[in-house]
């Protein structure tokens, strides 16, 4: 095959696949009306279902970066016996149909086992409550966030290291003042991977916790009830919220970097 006929299977293969996501989305985003939309926002329970994907999905991300990065930087840096063991189970959540997740969490967390009735004795509510959705969404959200951290940290000399090191730095102190900095912008990119694939998580947390709504579980239930027109307008504001988001996010992270780059200047 010549180069111009490679080039433009490339081409013409690249266009089909563009169309094939943005075309759907295009579509929803314009279907609804911009009154439909505004009725949509002043409903107290889609804002109520927006705010509570976002705190759950914020809140499973926190929750993964404070007991993940550790992990993350043993992974990167260090060979281990088992180490492939390791990195294919928390992986695993990413292959495993949510439904199952959800099922496993409600036998660990139910009444049916000792974990779950020593929790109800304390008072401790997991099923059908915010704790039992960010439980669901820390367990899918947490091997995005691992791998990209995974890859920043072993994006970062281990030469560096050394001679903080040499210096009298400690182990501690090098990793908040060295390698830490470094990999922040894979760090930044494992949360919002993490909280953008909690927030969209449906199939487990219907199973663990129906109500309260998150708005994907808000937006099947309207879409049951009253079909595609009335599911439309609450898609369209979880995406807008989204990317306004991610888009903060980002352009945090754009900041940590003319940041750093100055100070190594």
């Not at 490339?10 to 609804?32: K, N, Q, Y």
């Not at 991977?193 to 994907?216: D, L, N, Q, T």
């Not at 099947?220 to 009335?230: H, I, K, V």
Request: aromatic fraction near 12%; hydrophobic fraction near 55%.
């Amino acid at each position: 095959m010549r180069k111009e006929s490679f080039l433009w299977l490339t081409l013409i293969s690249s266009f089909v696949v563009l169309l094939f996501v943005t075309v759907p989305l295009l579509r929803m985003l314009t279907a609804p009306s911009l009154a439909s939309l505004w009725e949509t926002i002043r409903d107290p329970e889609v804002y109520r279902s927006i705010w509570l994907s976002l705190y759950t999905g914020i809140s499973a991300a926190a929750i993964c970066f404070v007991f993940g990065t550790p992990l993350a930087y043993l992974l990167a840096r260090s060979e281990f016996r088992g180490k492939k063991l390791v990195e294919a189970i928390v992986d695993l959540p990413i292959v495993i149909p949510h439904p199952v997740v959800g099922i496993a969490l409600l036998g660990l967390v139910g009444k049916n086992f000792w974990l779950g009735r020593l929790m109800h004795e304390l008072g401790l509510q997991i099923v059908g409550s915010p704790a039992g959705i960010i439980m669901v969404m820390t367990f899918v959200g947490l091997p995005f966030y691992l791998q990209a951290a995974k890859e920043g940290f072993a994006s970062v000399s281990p030469r560096l290291e050394s001679v903080s090191r040499s210096l009298g730095a400690s182990m501690f102190s090098t990793f908040i003042h060295v390698t830490f900095p470094l990999a922040w912008r894979s760090i930044l990119s494992g949360i919002i991977m993490c909280c953008a694939r909690a927030i969209s998580e449906f199939g487990a947390v219907v199973i663990i916790a129906y109500h309260p709504m998150i708005a994907p579980v808000l937006m099947f239930e309207r879409f049951q009830s009253f079909g595609l027109r009335y599911s439309q307008p609450v898609a369209v504001w979880l995406i807008v919220v989204c990317l306004l988001l991610f888009l903060s996010l980002r352009l945090v992270g754009g900041s940590s970097r003319k940041y750093e780059t100055r100070g190594r200047a």
